[in-house]
Structure formats: C-alpha cells, structure tokens
C-alpha cells in the first residue's frame, strides 16, 4: 500500500454528469483501480476529473432533464512539492484549510460556467495551470504533460541529476538580461544623447547654483511679507504717532488740557479725586504706547534692493519647485540623480566599453557552461534510452526502440567571429540565450523493428502512447514531482504476459505516487491497493452509474466476470490473481 502521507486525490464528488446523478469517489493512497462492462460509466469519472482540471467543457454532458452539473475533487497536498501557497497568494486565492485543496467546477445548460479553488472564484486558466502540478493522464485523453519538450528535457536533467547545472546556467542567463538592460539605458542615438546631456547639464547646473537649504523657504517667505510692506507699516507707524503726540491737536495735548480742567474741578470738590486718578493712569498709557510707536518705526527698514533680493530668491524657489519636486527636499534629491546620470552619459564610451566587454565574458561563460551542459546530457540519452526500452519490453514492445534526438544551437558562435570594428557596432543585436541551455530534445519511439523513431507527438495509437508513458513514468517515478497519475485503458490490445507486467508497473510507481487505472484486464486490477466498480443501473426509469470500494470477496466476483465467467475455475483463477 502506497504511503498515507502521499500528495494524493482523496475526493472526487460528481452531480449530473452524463449518467451519473450524485456520485461521491473517496479514493485511497497507492493504486486504485476501476473496473466494470464497457458503456458502464467508467470514462464519466476521467472526464469529471479533466474538467475539474480545467479543460473545456461540452454542454451535452449534463444530465438530460438537470439544469447544470457540478463535480469537485478534494486533495490532500501536505507534501505537495509545488510552490502552492505562494501560488494561492498571488491568484488572491483562500489558502488551504488542513492541508486539503478543493477544486470545483460548475456548468450550465443556460451557458455559465464557474470554477473555485478553496471557495474562491477563479479562472479556468489558473484552474488548468494548478491541474498541471496535481495530475497527469495517459491514455486517450490530452492530459498528458510527457508531450511538452520543455517537460522532456526536464525529464532528461531529473534523470540525470542535471539540475544544479542547468540552474547555474538559467543564473547566467539572467545576469546576461540584467547587463543588456543596462547596456539599452545607454545606447541611444547621437542626436537623442546630445539632447540629453545639454538637458541633464542644465538642471545640474540651474539646481546646483541655487545651493538650496532644505528648510530655507518658510523664513524667506517671512522675510518678503515683511520686506514688500515696509513702507507701509513705517507710515502707519508715523501716521498713529502723529495722532498721538506730535500735531497741536495730538491726544497727549487734548488730555494736558483735559488735566488742567479735573485738577480745578478737584480743588472745588474733593470728592472729584479718583477722576483726576483715572486721567493719570490713562496719561501714563497713551505715553508708554507712544514710546513703543517709535520704537517700532525706527525698527522698520525700508530697503529696496534687499526687497528685490529677498523677492528674487522667493521666485527662484518657485519656480525650482514648479520643475523638480514639491518641496525643496525633492528638488535637492532630483539634482543628485540628475548628477549621477549625467556623470553615466559623460563616461558612456567607457561604461559601454565595460558593459560589452562584460557580456562578452558572460557570452563565452555561457558557451562553455553549456557546451558542457550538452555533453553531459548527450552523456545521459543512452542509459536513459536503455532503461526505458528495457521497460517497454516487459510491456510487450520486444523489438521497440525509444531514443532522445537533441538539437543544440550554438548562438554566440557568430558573434565571437566577428570583428573587432563591427563588434564595436554591435550594441543591439545580440545572441539570445534560453534559461534552459541550448538545446532542444524529443522523445521519439519506434514501436516495430526497422521502422524510423517518430516523436511522441506522433504516435497514432492511444494503447501504444499509454505504454510508453508507463515505460517512462516507472523509469522516472522517483524523479517526476506530478503526484497523481491516471491510466485510462493503457492496457489496450495487450496480452497474457504483458498484462501482468502492466499491472505490476502501476503497482511499483504507486509507492511513489498516486494511482488511478481504468483497465479491463484481471491481471491488472489485481495487485490494486483499492478496487472499485463501477455499473449501470435502472431507477424510477432512468438509467444511472454508481460506483463502489469492493472488499476481498466481491473483488474474487469482479475479477472472475473480468476473466469470463462465475464459473468455479474463474473464481479459482480470480483467488490465484490475488494473492
């Protein structure tokens, strides 16, 4: 039995699907396999997956007489290897409650179609893209990653431990993007350079002139409020001190005569005595206001030409501000940038210089990482070729041949050519480097003795493509990260032998991962983990699939029907297949 801490489905539940009007599969660790008559339902249960994986899907699948259908799958992903969490967070996604991720998908007859991922409405392209990372499907449905050759030369590096290598080139490659981003900021055509370097050069200069203090522009402001109504604040000044002391009818004089008047008034009666107190408090005001006048005139400083100054610099700011920034602070940071780019452009032949005689280095660090890179996977094809054929010849291909051409392109070799004078001239035309490496290869199989390889892509048979997957998936099942594999039908126009060795194969890939097959075949459903069937039944006259988990001795019924018969030599035969 497959380890229960596997990345596994352990769910699949389907509502109104062709035949099937409420079905729930609860799928177990290891290899799980579903029998049953052929028009039974079995492929209702692969085309509910691959629409909960995101493929498109076709109306006519609903139940007749049911609106809309719906199916969901529930996945167990604690050691999911894929960056799952990140991926949740970047598609604004709920993340995962106990470790389950539930993908769900509902259609309608009306037309709608919508998928979740966690409760959380999604894409079916982000729904696609996850299913990528859970299942992969061999057999006659197009699930099938091993067909991609980006995937194969992943293959291809997993199988031969080439990972660390290949990631040392991707970095290279990266650092070759980083330098050519550089290297386009400087290279622009004489007239646009020209341009550029008067207009730095002026707002260098018109900033670093000004020699602005960040915090300068609230006392300057003060000063030419204060400045610009000088002249005004001297004759309000004078104007009050004339009313006060300084014409003959000044109010210092008005209260000397006032004085007079209540000291005479003082002497008639006594009791007029506070009177000429209370003139003398208001005498002694009017003269300390009148002291405090003065000073404040002679204070005021009528200077037209610090006037004009102080109005100068207040327009200055202004207008620096109006063009770089919304404080002085800005203005200050935009001139040092301005004066780094321009120090850049002034030395752009030397900066060019350096930059292409950096990719130039990383060009031929390239080549050779590479080349090195090539080797070793031209080092690899061999075993890998062995292995897999070894493995489709247990599975009935005896005179089969698998083999990998690759294709390695040499970019760069053209420009290391070059002359020195036209390299000079080389500034945007440059070689472009995959992350990968520089080569392409193809998984190609010839199924019968003398035929030529053919890619995979081009093989016709859905039974022959199913077992070169199963060839290449036992060959790779410690590598490949997928942690769900289902074979529909792999065992198409097998034999006797054959199918016992199909069936062992599952067996041996499902301690790595999770299985789930579709057979006909006894032999395989066999050394199953979990066995389910699945049959056609009619109520309240319709006609509806179900499916169930068998124990021992339903699974000695089911495999006996698989074997032809309830006869007591099949039932012996079906006991035999499962020990």
């Not at 409405?121 to 197009?142: I, N, R, Y």
């Not at 040392?168 to 490659?173: D, N, P, R, S, T």
């Not at 400045?227 to 009050?240: D, H, R, V, Y």
Request: overall charge negative; aromatic content about 4%.
């Amino acid at each position: 039995m497959g380890g229960g801490n596997l990345t596994m489905l352990t769910t699949l539940r389907i509502k109104n699907l062709a035949l099937v009007s409420d079905l729930t599969l609860e799928l177990q660790p290891g290899c799980n396999v579903i029998t049953g008559e052929t028009g039974a339902g079995k492929s209702i249960i692969i085309g509910a997956l691959n629409l909960v994986l995101g493929e498109r899907a076709d109306r006519s699948l609903i139940r007749s007489g049911e609106e809309s259908c719906s199916v969901e799958a529930v996945f167990e992903v604690k050691k999911l290897r894929a960056p799952l969490k990140n991926f949740l967070e970047d598609n604004g996604l709920e993340p995962c409650e106990d470790h389950q991720l539930v993908l769900k998908r509902n259609f309608s007859a009306a037309g709608t179609n919508r998928q979740f991922i966690n409760g959380s409405a999604t894409t079916l392209a982000t729904l696609a893209s996850l299913g990528e990372w859970l299942v992969d499907m061999h057999g006659p449905h197009d699930h099938q990653s091993l067909l991609h050759a980006a995937k194969q030369l992943a293959i291809l590096d997993a199988f031969g431990g080439l990972e660390e290598e290949r990631a040392a080139f991707g970095e290279l490659v990266q650092r070759r993007g980083t330098l050519e981003k550089e290297k386009a900021a400087l290279v622009v055509d004489e007239k646009t350079y020209a341009q550029q370097l008067d207009l730095l050069r002026f707002q260098v200069q018109e900033i670093s002139t000004a020699r602005l203090q960040p915090d300068e522009e609230q006392t300057v402001e003060a000063e030419f409020i204060r400045s610009s109504n000088a002249a005004k604040l001297l004759q309000l000044s004078q104007a009050a001190l004339d009313a006060l002391s300084e014409n003959e009818n000044s109010l210092l004089t008005q209260s000397g005569v006032i004085g007079r008047g209540l000291a005479e008034l003082q002497r008639v009666d006594a009791g007029a005595a506070n009177l000429v107190e209370l003139h003398a408090q208001a005498t002694e005001t009017m003269r300390e206001l009148q002291t405090e006048l003065s000073r404040y005139a002679d204070k005021v400083d009528v200077d037209p030409a610090r006037l004009a100054e102080v109005e100068e610099r207040l327009n200055l700011i202004h207008s620096l501000k109006r063009k770089y920034g919304s404080t002085l602070a800005e203005v200050v940071v935009f001139g040092d940038d301005a004066q780094q780019k321009l120090q850049a452009l002034e030395s752009r032949d030397a900066e060019l210089a350096r930059i292409n005689a950096a990719l130039a280095k990383l060009d031929a660090d390239l080549m050779s990482a590479g080349k090195k890179l090539t080797a070793a996977r031209k080092g690899v094809i061999p075993p890998l070729a062995k292995a897999v054929g070894k493995q489709l010849a247990d599975l009935g291909f005896k005179q089969s041949k698998f083999d990998v051409a690759i294709k390695t392109d040499f970019v760069g070799d053209e420009v290391t050519s070059l002359k020195s004078k036209e390299s000079q001239r080389l500034l945007t035309s440059s070689p472009t480097f995959k992350w990968t490496g520089l080569d392409e290869i193809e998984f190609q199989f010839a199924p019968n003795l003398g035929e030529p390889a053919k890619p995979l892509r081009a093989i016709a048979s859905s039974g022959e493509m199913a077992r070169v997957m199963l060839a290449l998936k036992t060959v790779l099942a410690a590598e490949d990260e997928i942690p769900v594999l289902i074979f529909d039908e792999v065992d198409a126009n097998v034999g006797g032998e054959t199918a016992n060795t199909v069936g062992e194969k599952m067996k041996q890939i499902a301690a790595k991962r999770q299985v789930l097959c579709i057979t006909h075949l006894p032999q395989v459903a066999a050394p199953a983990d979990a066995h389910y069937v699945v049959t056609k039944l009619v109520k309240n006259g319709r006609t509806i699939s179900t499916i169930e988990l068998l124990g021992k001795k339903e699974r000695v019924t089911e495999l006996a029907r698989m074997l032809g018969g309830q006869s007591e030599a099949a039932r012996k035969h079906a006991e035999a297949l499962l020990k």
